[in-house]
């Protein structure tokens, strides 16, 4: 059973930084591909980054390029999203997710449709 659950969430003031935790079971990153999204209240659910598990190869949304950075831990079935230079248009609920789909084992997306499998997903809140 694919299980993903979300850490690291929290307020934090403008300019600061945050490191979210997926701690994933029931799949490996050598057949699963994994993203993370964000959803701010109204707002429809977005694609910040995720991971290409055939190379590692990395992709970032425009608005936290250069900002936010996406690794994985395979020994501890974790991925991560450190978030740097926090701005209040981060405020968002984020969520991890997992896509069993074959092609993304070989190319990059973030698109929802394509994930398949989603974490609760954890609050950040970016305020002074």
């Known amino acids: 059973q694919v299980q993903l659950v979300e850490s690291g969430g929290g307020l934090v003031q403008p300019g600061g930084s945050l490191r979210l935790s997926c701690a994933y079971s029931g799949f490996s990153l050598d057949y699963y591909a994994i993203g993370w999204f964000r959803q701010a209240p109204g707002k429809e659910r977005e694609g910040v980054s995720c991971i290409k598990s055939s190379d590692g190869d990395t992709y970032y949304a425009d608005s936290v390029k250069g900002r936010f950075t996406i690794s994985r831990d395979n020994a501890k079935n974790t991925v991560y999203l450190q978030m740097n230079s926090l701005k209040p248009e981060d405020t968002a609920v984020y969520f991890c997710?997992?896509?069993?789909?074959?092609?993304?084992?070989?190319?990059?997306?973030?698109?929802?449709?394509?994930?398949?499998?989603w974490g609760q997903g954890t609050q950040v809140t970016v305020s002074s």
């Open positions: 997710a997992a896509s069993s789909s074959v092609s993304l084992l070989f190319r990059l997306s973030v698109s929802p449709d394509e994930y398949d499998s």
